[in-house]
């Protein structure tokens, strides 16, 4: 059994950022390697890219990074300084599938690649499901089975802004994550196919998480000049539910209603599928199959985190590593946003135990 390791992180956004760089060094660097090597992969863009080529088209979203976050910006500059690594390699390590996105489309990639990292699974539970009547957000983390050492979470206490707690990956500024102000987000993978230069995901992810509304928190994502394209969903302490397509350009935004809201890794909306590249059929009839059991599971209420950490466990949803893609649920979380409290686990849910947090 695996138990989830925590980081805590505060103060000024470069002291958290050279804490966390100094923590997990090594782990950082190795994973950053791993992670520039893989942007410049045929099977994960469409085509060859040097790592020269690969560097400095990261180094052209460094400012649109600064502009959008400058703190953030300050924090990640810290963990590159305690890594001896370039802001540029961490942008890639922060936001790979959206600078997957970026190079795809800047090489003229056609058709589906032949990796993606894409099987998450996410949900908003209305209050009106919920047992004790104050809902849930949730979602599973799958990934390459070879980041599943490198997941960490994060309890953050930032001068100046909401505490936050963040299920993230060593060298990235969170990934999935709640405030103390009750503002919940996480997010799936979408495949687009018009990258841009532009701000990655985990910056808008942390940025809504400096937000003490879901209004203002849904601004950091439909303002953003976004690199890549991912589907996000906000659930705060008020029961309010928002789900996000979100491509380079344009959003396509639902608001939660009765029922449970579930997102995988699919477009729903035709204006954003029309902005997405080929899926192999095998990811699509898995996004699919994921998506029709979220729903299934989720549609009779009464609700509790026990039935959503057995919904996270189930075998359709829960992916198992198998060759060639090898991808796998590396972890997930459960937050409720009106309680404060967080359950979250490292490893496949199947053969680990969820940890009980609070914010």
Known sequence: MSVPRVLELSGSPRQMGLAHGKAFRDDIRRYTAE??????SEVWTGHA??????????EACVEAHVAYAPELAMELSGIAEATDLSPAELIITNGFTDFIDLVYARGGAHGATDKVEDDCTAFIIPDRLSVDGQGFFGQTWDMHAGSRPYVVLLRGRPDHAPAFMAFSLTGCVGMIGMNDAGMAIGITNLLGAEGQIGVSWPFVVRKALQQTDIEAALVCITEATLMGAHNFQLFDRHGNGVNVEAMPGYCHVTRAGADA?????HCLMPDTLRRCRPRAPAS???SEARLARGQSLLSAGGLTPQALMALTRDPTICVRATPPLDMETCGAAIMQPATGRLWAVQGLPTENDYAALTV
Do not use: C, E
């Open 35 to 40: 992670r520039v090597t893989l942007a410049g």
């Open 261 to 265: 809201l579930v997102h995988s890794n």
């Open 284 to 286: 699509q009839a898995s």
């Open 49 to 58: 890219m040097d790592r020269y080529t690969v560097l400095a088209l990261a």
